[in-house]
């Protein structure tokens, strides 16, 4: 069983729906991170959560350690927002553990 | 700030050729490390380093070495290159030190490989 994993695998929306991309782990952790993946290729760092919420723009990314649970929201999601989210987990370490990515679609 | 930059951007190796993927970073991060991202896969660490003089090894090391002379660079080499290495390669840089907000990593844009 990975340590990180995320759900679902693929996802096709339609523009303008509310998404929501869920990241479970098994190991204990310092951070959660969410990085996002375009097309072209380029990863960026979206968010990293010890506790709590963070918001940015349309993009909200939540955190329960205790379920070790998190999900990144994207409201009134956009064609622009079609990527692949990856989940990662720091254990305070140098290391990250990743998830295997999020693929998704957003039709206009 | 340049961030974190890689060349080439592609690469085309026939087996058995060598060849030195460049990496480099201008935050004065301390950790810096290699990624191969294949199709299905999630990132997978090659090799990383903590400072300059000290790399480790991480998930995929073999065929692989690195090296770490400066803070700012961190190369990574291919001794003779295989079709099984046919990936994307990502580099990264983070400073993991006193504050959460320090451990946000930075990627450079990836260099695409292909080895006939």
């Known amino acids: 069983k990975n340590e990180v994993e995320q759900s679902p695998q693929n996802l096709t929306a339609q523009e303008g729906e509310f998404i929501t991309i869920n990241c479970s782990y098994s190991v204990g952790i310092s951070a959660l991170h969410w990085l996002q993946q375009h097309p072209g290729g380029g990863i960026v760092s979206l968010f990293m959560l010890s506790s709590g919420k963070k918001k940015h723009g349309r993009l909200i990314a939540t955190i329960n350690i205790q379920e070790k649970h998190s999900s990144l929201h994207i409201t009134a999601s956009h064609p622009r927002d079609s990527a692949v989210y990856i989940c990662?987990?720091?254990?305070?370490?140098?290391?990250?553990?990743w998830g295997a990515g999020t693929k998704l679609i957003i039709k206009p | 700030n340049a961030g974190v930059t890689q060349t080439p951007k592609f690469q085309v190796l026939k087996t058995g050729q060598s060849m030195t993927l460049q990496c480099a970073q201008d935050?004065?991060?301390?950790?810096m490390s290699w990624y191969r991202q294949d199709p299905g896969m999630g990132l997978r660490l090659i090799h990383y380093s903590v400072g300059a003089g000290i790399t480790d090894q991480g998930e995929v090391p073999n065929g692989y070495n690195v090296s770490r002379s400066t803070t700012e660079d961190f190369p990574l080499r291919l001794l003779s290159a295989a079709p099984s290495q046919t990936s994307v390669y990502f580099c990264?840089?983070?400073?993991?030190?006193?504050?959460?907000?320090?451990?946000?990593?930075?990627f450079g844009p990836g260099t695409r490989l292909l080895v006939l």
């Open positions: 990662a987990v720091s254990r305070g370490n140098y290391q990250l553990i």
């Open positions: 990264a840089s983070r400073q993991p030190s006193a504050g959460v907000r320090q451990e946000t990593q930075y």
């Open positions: 935050m004065n991060h301390e950790y």
